[in-house]
């Protein structure tokens, strides 16, 4: 996951600067409205997120626990192998 943020990261510092055109000089309408709109949809994403996170956490409290070993953490689950594991919001 953070290879991805450092992808999109450095695409972001490519592409940014190249929606500033001369020609849209002085207000730069199209690169603030792509500004906007790829805000926009991180919002969404981020609520999307958040929602699918609240849904899997009622879904796991609704399920009997998992019985785990006491060294558990030392097994190397993921957090949809530990179904004890709640996504913190």
Do not use: H
């Not at 309408?29 to 899997?56: C, H, N, Q």
Request: charged share 25%.
């Amino acid at each position: 996951m953070n290879a991805i943020v450092l992808m999109s990261f450095c695409l972001g510092n490519i592409i940014g600067p190249e929606t500033f055109q001369d020609k849209d000089a002085p207000q730069y309408i199209p690169a603030k409205m792509t500004i906007v709109i790829i805000l926009s949809f991180g919002i969404i994403f981020t609520v999307l997120l958040d929602w699918l996170y609240i849904r899997e956490n009622r879904k796991r409290d609704r399920e009997e626990p998992q019985d785990l070993p006491p060294d558990f953490e030392f097994l190397d689950l993921t957090d949809k192998e530990n179904r004890n594991f709640r996504y913190v919001l």
